[in-house]
């Protein structure tokens, strides 16, 4: 038996998943059973059905694709122009407009999160502002701090989107946020994309977010250096603020080497995780609850969306074809399904009469990129060759992101 749809809540937390990262997700639910166990959480899985996961787990509620409202040839579109960083991420709005639905107030939590202590100051700070978010940083990162610079923030944006916070004032934010997902929610830094939140630094003007300087939400990897935290009796508290720890962020963790905190900067912060022994302690302990889901589960699939239905796994520069093509389709028109038993043929013939896309997709990247790596030789070639302005033009288009 699964537990019944949820209703008239105050707050829904909500997180999105393949099937591969479950028990992270699972580890995520259990946090918030500890912590405030009067609220749900909500899974989207994009590449399954697990509503089988709600039984003997009270609060919890697994979501399909079906929840965002798209046709299922929509959804596969989707999956086939984007990997699973950027699926995963790309159907936000579309998830939240539909809790939205059912409750006043959402939180969106990544999977590989941990609620420390309740999230207090949410319903308030939505009543107020309507999108809350949480910047990677609060204060400017001091040159003697190795493992990161205020450069990130040039690359994947000022806002971590492994949090934010909705209420129903914020659907016109949502709709036009998706306006630019459904097509360019792409890992793509030499055109300033870097999925959902690159987007949100444009939007978080527009519609007037709440940058949330409370220092116990979003604790990573990349926030540290201003971010310890030490046991104050029962609570743990940050060094600098006195705020209490709300949220660790465990972005790049394996919980089979929990002392090594993360595996996505470019240094190694096992010493950060010895320095500090209540985040050696809370690491630990996360790393359990990951192993024990991890143990619950089984073996962990394969991304349902990697391969076509023939087993042939998905390149970059296929999806990115495959998105060029969708975009420059007339209405009406569709392209195969490479998931699709009866379209795979086909699809497999054009992947073939595509091979030039894909060339031309790698020498846009490759003109954008000689620009700032060849300055020098940039302009020479720039100068003495006849009509290479407008040669570098059709290769800037061909990767199809509106400048």
């Given at each position: 038996m699964t537990n019944s749809p949820i209703t008239s809540k105050q707050m829904i937390y909500c997180t999105v998943v393949a099937q591969n990262y479950l028990p992270q997700a699972l580890a995520l639910y259990e946090s918030i059973q500890r912590i405030?166990?009067?609220?749900?959480?909500?899974?989207?899985?994009?590449?399954?059905?697990?509503?089988?996961?709600?039984?003997?787990?009270?609060?919890?509620?697994?979501?399909t694709t079906e929840i965002l409202g798209l046709s299922r040839r929509?959804?596969?579109?989707?999956?086939?122009?984007?990997?699973?960083?950027?699926?995963?991420?790309?159907?936000?709005?579309?998830?939240?407009k539909a809790l939205l639905q059912e409750s006043e107030r959402v939180a969106y939590l990544d999977p590989d999160m941990m609620v420390v202590s309740p999230l207090s100051e949410l319903p308030a700070l939505l009543d107020e502002h309507g999108i809350v978010l949480t910047p990677h940083f609060l204060e400017p990162i001091p040159s003697s701090v190795e493992h990161i610079t205020e450069g990130h923030d040039l690359t994947v944006g000022i806002f971590n989107l492994g949090f934010c916070a909705v209420d129903r004032t914020a659907l016109p934010f949502l709709d036009w946020w998706w306006g630019h997902l459904r097509r360019e929610c792409l890992i793509y830094p030499l055109l300033g994309v870097f999925v959902d939140q690159k987007w949100v630094d444009v939007g978080a003007t527009y519609y007037s977010a709440h940058a949330l300087r409370h220092s116990g939400y979003n604790v990573g990897p990349w926030n540290l250096h201003e971010r310890r935290f030490r046991n104050v009796g029962s609570a743990l508290v940050m060094d600098?603020?006195?705020?209490e720890l709300r949220l660790m962020h465990f972005s790049g963790f394996n919980p089979a080497d929990p002392e090594a905190i993360s595996v996505r900067l470019s240094v190694d912060l096992r010493g950060v995780g010895e320095a500090s022994p209540a985040l050696g302690e809370l690491s630990r302990h996360y790393a359990r609850?990951?192993?024990a889901a991890q143990a619950a589960l089984g073996s962990a699939p394969k991304y349902g969306f990697a391969e076509d239905a023939h087993g042939e796994r998905l390149t970059k520069r296929t999806r990115r074809a495959y998105r060029k093509q969708l975009l420059e389709m007339r209405e009406g028109l569709r392209m195969p399904s490479p998931f699709i038993e009866a379209e795979v043929g086909a699809f497999g013939k054009?992947?073939?009469?595509?091979?030039?896309?894909r060339v031309g997709i790698t020498l846009s990247d490759g003109a954008i990129a000689a620009k700032y790596a060849l300055p020098d030789e940039f302009n020479v070639v720039k100068k003495k060759m006849p009509g290479f302005s407008a040669i570098r033009g059709r290769l800037l288009t061909a990767g199809r992101v509106r400048r």
């Open positions: 405030e166990p009067h609220k749900d959480l909500v899974i989207l899985v994009v590449d399954g059905d697990r509503r089988d996961l709600e039984a003997g787990r009270p609060g919890l509620r697994v979501a929509d959804v596969l579109e989707l999956a086939a122009i984007y990997d699973v960083v950027e699926f995963s991420t790309s159907v936000k709005p579309l998830f939240f600098s603020t006195g705020d609850d990951v192993l054009w992947k073939r009469r595509a091979l030039f896309a």
